[in-house]
């Protein structure tokens, strides 16, 4: 089966593209638990154990920071640094701070 340029360019869980749509949602989402956190509104069981947890985000951190690895390091990419945001996280803008 041949896939689309399209299809390459979607989340397959979703099937929305990567877009900033898509990249605000994984950072309010992380967010919201990070404000959860703060506020201790965890307590007094969370749904997942904090264990658990740190697990799974020390594995998101781990598999974003590859992939930020990789993206600067694409061939298609070269040159285009400024629009991966090498600097301070992009061009996004907190809707929270």
């Known amino acids: 089966m041949t896939m689309t340029i399209q299809q390459f360019h979607t989340n397959q869980l979703t099937g929305t593209a990567y877009d900033a749509v898509w990249f605000e949602a994984l950072f309010n989402a ?8 703060c506020a201790d509104r965890l307590a007094p069981l ?12 020390e594995d998101i951190v781990y598999t974003a920071k590859e992939t930020i690895l990789e993206l600067r390091a694409a061939p298609g990419l070269v040159g285009k640094a400024e629009k991966l945001g090498q600097s301070s996280g992009g061009d996004h803008v907190s809707h929270n701070g």
Do not use: F, Y
């Not at 992380?30 to 956190?37: G, N």
């Open 30 to 37: 992380l967010d919201h638990l990070h404000d959860d956190v």
């Open 46 to 57: 969370p749904a997942t154990p904090v264990d658990e947890m740190v697990g799974w985000l």
